[in-house]
């Protein structure tokens, strides 16, 4: 009977393990078709049938980080693929020539510096605000709590008329501290009710030891509570991140140039006379990566935050 059991057990693992690749394989090939679709050629990206099987060029990215304009003769693009670079190579067979940077860059490190101040902001406000619920009695705190969690109830395109103009009285528009207040304004509600689950799960009694040794509130806080609560400060951290790097309304109405940050910058590559998928590809490849480390850095503490509190001792 157990060995019954324990092939029955063994199959029905092996089954799970094999539902569990279908659905990963399923999830990726979005991903594998973005990524794969930005190494392509111009002409096998829009190929009907779609093309699985191609020669790998690196030209999408290239014109992706550069200026172009098109070469009006013959004589003048015989000149330039005499002298080409070797990555300039692919983008004049498309009769066209580089002529500076793009603002691609400018608009990535936009999204960097937005997403990074605004969660350190967001994480840090939210700690401070769910250990003061956590800990001590506020009058109303359940008001208080559903207020803090109505901000994100509005969709953002409701509010972006009010804040573009509230924003244009300030003189905010079209800034870097704009945009990293905005975000932290959004993300501080789910920061505060996110940290208040897990610092409600961290007895009392540490702080309270900690007190009785000679601590400040304040000291008992930065050495018991925050080291305790860290796993959840990593996984907020994740999920702040993710929100402010993929946001797109506000970036898109809010700035114009200067703050522009890297999601409504990559739709805005068409090309010319038609859609080039092949770059706006490869911007959204690039645009995978920051990301994606963040959390894949982070991934152990992300694990551990999702399950926290699922089991009580």
């Known amino acids: 009977m157990p060995a019954v059991i324990s092939r029955?057990?063994?199959?029905?693992?092996?089954?799970?393990?094999?539902?569990?690749?279908?659905?990963?394989?399923?999830?990726?090939?979005?991903?594998?078709?973005?990524?794969s679709t930005?190494?392509?050629?111009?002409?096998?990206?829009?190929?009907?049938?779609?093309?699985?099987?191609?020669?790998?060029?690196?030209?999408?990215?290239?014109?992706?980080?550069?200026?172009?304009?098109?070469?009006?003769?013959?004589?003048?693009?015989?000149?330039?693929?005499?002298h080409a670079k070797w990555y300039e190579k692919g983008v004049l067979k498309q009769g066209q020539k580089i002529i500076g940077i793009s603002p691609f860059p400018a608009r990535l490190l936009n999204s960097i510096i937005s997403a990074v101040f605004s969660t350190m902001l967001a994480v840090s406000?939210?700690?401070?605000?769910?250990?003061?619920?956590?800990?001590?009695?506020?009058?109303?705190?359940?008001?208080?709590?559903?207020?803090?969690?109505?901000?994100?109830?509005?969709?953002p395109v409701v509010v972006t008329i009010p804040l573009f103009l509230m924003y244009r009285f300030?003189?905010?528009?079209?800034?870097?501290l704009g945009l990293i207040l905005l975000y932290t304004t959004f993300n501080v509600s789910f920061a505060t009710w996110v940290m208040k689950g897990f610092i409600d799960e961290i007895p009392r009694e540490y702080e309270e030891a900690a007190l009785v040794d000679g601590y400040t509130r304040l000291e008992a806080f930065?050495?018991?509570?925050?080291?305790?609560?860290?796993?959840?400060?990593?996984?907020?951290?994740?999920f702040c991140f993710i929100f402010a790097w993929n946001e797109y309304v506000?970036?898109?109405?809010?700035?114009?140039?200067?703050?522009?940050?890297?999601?409504?910058?990559?739709?805005?590559?068409?090309?010319?006379?038609?859609?080039?998928?092949?770059?706006?590809?490869?911007?959204?490849?690039?645009?995978?990566?920051?990301?994606?480390?963040?959390?894949?850095?982070?991934?152990?503490?992300?694990l551990r935050g999702v399950t926290f509190g699922a089991i009580r001792k």
Not at 170 to 176: A, C, E
């Open 125 to 155: 406000l939210g700690t401070f605000t769910a250990y003061g619920f956590s800990r001590f009695k506020v009058k109303g705190e359940g008001d208080w709590l559903f207020f803090i969690l109505s901000t994100r109830m509005l969709p």
């Open 222 to 238: 930065w050495k018991i509570v925050l080291p305790q609560a860290a796993t959840g400060i990593a996984s907020t951290a994740v």
């Open 170 to 176: 300030f003189g905010l528009t079209d800034s870097r």
């Open 250 to 302: 506000f970036a898109l109405i809010m700035t114009t140039r200067r703050a522009q940050t890297a999601p409504p910058f990559i739709p805005s590559q068409l090309g010319i006379g038609m859609i080039d998928w092949g770059v706006i590809a490869a911007g959204a490849s690039i645009f995978l990566i920051p990301v994606a480390v963040f959390t894949f850095v982070l991934r152990k503490h992300l």
């Open 8 to 35: 029955k057990s063994k199959i029905t693992h092996w089954i799970f393990m094999f539902l569990i690749l279908v659905v990963t394989i399923v999830y990726l090939i979005p991903i594998y078709w973005v990524i």
């Open 38 to 82: 930005s190494f392509k050629p111009f002409k096998d990206v829009t190929a009907i049938p779609p093309k699985v099987f191609f020669k790998p060029t690196i030209t999408n990215y290239v014109k992706l980080f550069t200026k172009r304009v098109q070469v009006r003769s013959e004589n003048e693009l015989k000149e330039l693929r005499r």
